[in-house]
């Protein structure tokens, strides 16, 4: 990876930052969509039902235009930078949002950006139509798919594990390596006309995963949306938009945390004091933003940086900024749920729903960064 040029890494990135008046639309729209739909409350019913529809409001979404937000205005939608768009992720952490913005429209996306058919594809994601998710691909997991190219079929080998929103998709993009190569193959197919075997199941935090067993599994040539160094380029240019948008939604949860905390410091009383007023809790909290401050600061750096930076200083970026974002998001959550005393463990309070969500992001990001940064001398 670390031999692409710069230019390769930065093909599809957004040219310009939006400007504050429409930045400013964006951020109460998206405010508003959370206060009409997903009110505590109203979420934790949701996910409650023995079948989740993560699909319920991504019309809206798309009504509201914020799946065109990773895309310039020639591809038909709002031109967004990478900071705008981990902006907008931490602005939809705010109520734990349940559809794939990130993994459709900006990790898939960003694949579907690089093909020869683009425009068409694109049209569709814009408008809330079809859900693309781009399987395998991640620099930093273990599992990875090998493709063989047999007359006019390519035949898959392999297996991979926790892909979020598998099941709930309408295309795959699936990322293999050719078995002689090693080179990168992308393949686009809808799923329901592929022979493979699917486990599915909730994560931690109610959101929805599977995993995918891949033998033999004969796949029209046909398929074929990246190959080579195409496909080298777009799989690094995703999982960078990954770390970001991963690391900025971990932000958003941590605000959240923060925000929530400290309203219950203030109204919680203990021996006639609100506990806002112990000195012992005071310097903790202030641990917590401390830590929440550290991680905003290197995962904007990050998003500014995909659009201007050098290979070497994105994929360190990536690296540092995972490792900031972990290890805040383990400080922030726990501390939270401690000085929530026992009900910050209950299902009826935000606060464990917000930990859950931090665990499993947490997760996602190790399986995203790369494994194997070159540290600075």
């Known amino acids: 990876m670390s031999t692409l040029t710069h230019s390769k ?47 319920r409001y991504w019309q809206k979404l798309a009504e509201l235009g914020v799946l065109g937000m990773p895309f310039t205005e020639e591809q038909g939608g709002l031109g967004g930078y990478a900071l705008d768009i981990a902006d907008a992720v931490s602005r939809m952490a705010k109520g734990l949002v349940l559809e794939p913005f990130v993994e ?7 694949i579907l950006a690089a093909g020869i058919d683009a425009q068409a594809r694109l049209d569709e994601l814009i408008g809330g139509e079809v859900i693309d998710i781009l399987l395998g691909g991640r620099l930093g997991s ?48 809808a799923h329901d006309g592929v022979d493979v075997q699917v486990h599915s199941y909730r994560l931690l935090d109610g959101r929805h995963a599977s995993d995918l067993n891949f033998t033999d599994t004969a796949v029209a040539a046909s398929s074929l949306w990246l190959q080579g160094p195409a496909a080298r380029a777009a799989l690094l240019r995703a999982n960078r938009l990954a770390v970001s948008c991963l690391c900025a939604d971990a932000v958003g949860v941590m605000a959240l945390l923060l925000s929530d905390t400290a309203e219950y410091l203030r109204t919680r009383k203990q021996f006639g004091m609100p506990l806002s007023s112990f000195q012992a809790l005071q310097h903790r909290y202030a641990d917590m933003q401390i830590a929440y401050l550290e991680s905003r600061a290197i995962t904007r750096k990050l998003a500014l940086n995909l659009g201007t930076g050098s290979v070497a200083e994105q994929r360190w970026l990536s690296f540092a900024a995972s490792s900031v974002v972990e290890r805040a998001a383990v400080l922030v959550g726990h501390e939270a749920i401690q000085m929530h005393g026992g009900m910050g463990v209950t299902d009826e309070l935000v606060v464990s729903h917000c930990n859950s969500r931090l665990v499993v992001l947490v997760r996602q990001l190790q399986n995203w960064c790369e494994a194997d940064v070159e540290l600075p001398e």
Request: aromatic residues 10%.
């Open 142 to 189: 273990e599992d990875r798919l090998q493709v063989t190219l047999s007359g006019s079929m390519y035949r898959l080998n392999g297996t991979l594990r926790v892909q979020p929103y598998a099941a709930h998709a309408d295309f795959w993009l699936i990322a293999a390596y050719d078995a002689s190569s090693g080179e990168p193959i992308i393949l686009r197919l």
């Open 104 to 110: 459709a429209a900006v990790i898939a996306g960003s």
């Open 9 to 55: 890494v930065c093909e599809f990135a957004m040219s310009t930052a939006l400007d504050s008046e429409t930045k400013s639309i964006i951020d109460a729209t998206l405010l508003r969509f959370i206060d009409d739909f997903y009110e505590f409350t109203g979420r934790r019913e949701h996910l409650s039902a023995s079948t989740v529809d993560y699909r």
